[in-house]
């Protein structure tokens, strides 16, 4: 098990940019997949991009294909969610999740995969 603390939500204007950040505990990080989830308002939550524990595969939704970038630091156990040219239709709540996979590359859509999650961050797009 990793416990996650998700960092770097906010509000900005549309077409901005943010940071969000995910810190990791445990010294299995390497091992985890992981992936980003978003919440809005009276919505389920989705899936946004997700990255092997290798950092070498990464997949995103096409809602945000483009503007957002996944990576990670094994060494600072962290993995980082860069969102770029925000929309309003971006505003949720952003969670960081994780899952133990033998597999270096394989990456997880599905948030039933994920055993793992963080509190979750606020971002707030304005118009």
């Known amino acids: 098990q990793v416990q996650l603390v998700e960092s770097g939500g906010g509000l900005v204007t549309a077409g901005g940019s943010l940071r969000l950040s995910c810190a990791a505990s445990?010294?299995?990080?390497?091992?985890?997949?992981m992936g980003w989830f978003r919440q809005a308002p009276g919505k389920e939550r989705e899936f946004v991009a997700a990255?092997?524990?290798?950092?070498?595969?990464?997949y995103y939704a096409d809602s945000v294909k483009g503007r957002f970038t996944i990576s990670r630091d094994n060494a600072k156990n962290t993995v980082y969610l860069q969102m770029n040219s925000l929309k309003p239709e971006d505003t949720a709540d952003y969670y960081c999740?994780?899952?133990?996979?033998?597999?270096?590359?394989?990456?997880?859509?599905?948030?039933?995969?994920?055993?793992?999650w963080g509190q979750g961050t606020q971002v707030t797009v304005s118009s």
């Open positions: 999740a994780a899952v133990r996979s033998s597999s270096w590359y394989a990456v997880y859509r599905d948030q039933a995969e994920y055993d793992n």
């Open positions: 445990g010294r299995t990080f390497s091992s985890y997949a």
């Open positions: 990255i092997s524990w290798r950092g070498s595969n990464t």
